[in-house]
């Protein structure tokens, strides 16, 4: 499993320069975290992370402002880095992604369309933003965004 390798190898980063990671996932809903747990022993760097599947939950455990979410969409890079800029602080942790988009199957008009997805990751050196139209079925736009998501942090801990 590709995955497999990437997550080990940003496990063994994170040891190596003694970082902490956390994950907010809406879209992905656990998936970049059950990725994670696949590693035996990941959670000497990876503390959790947090569900925020609806916009009621982006509020409630996040503290994103409401009108934030009505003014940017659910699915915008600025929703996407607040997920991650707040989880960090939420977690405790010293890197925070986060992934926000829609896997459709459908798109409401006006919204974002199917594959388009909104990452983030924080860290105190800052924020790095990623957007992306996937294209593909709802879990394999799911798992693309995993997939990236373990490219880029890949690249940010080399």
Known sequence: MANQTKIEQVIKALR???LTLGC??????GLFA?????????SDVFHGGLITYRSEEKVKLLGIDNE????????SQHI?????????KKLGVDICVSFTGNAGPTAE????????VNMSISSKFGI?????????LR??????????MLDQLILILA
């Open 68 to 75: 934030e979410i009505i003014k940017y969409g659910v699915v």
């Open 24 to 29: 907010v996932e809406s879209l992905t809903a």
């Open 109 to 116: 008009p006006g919204c974002a369309p199917v594959g388009r």
């Open 128 to 136: 790095v933003e990623l957007q992306q139209d996937f294209e593909g």
């Open 139 to 148: 879990n394999e736009i799911r798992e693309a965004c995993v997939d990236r």
């Open 80 to 88: 996407a880095n607040e997920m991650a800029i707040k989880g960090r």
């Open 16 to 18: 190596e320069k003694n």
């Open 34 to 42: 059950a990725t994670v747990a696949t590693v035996p022993g990941a």
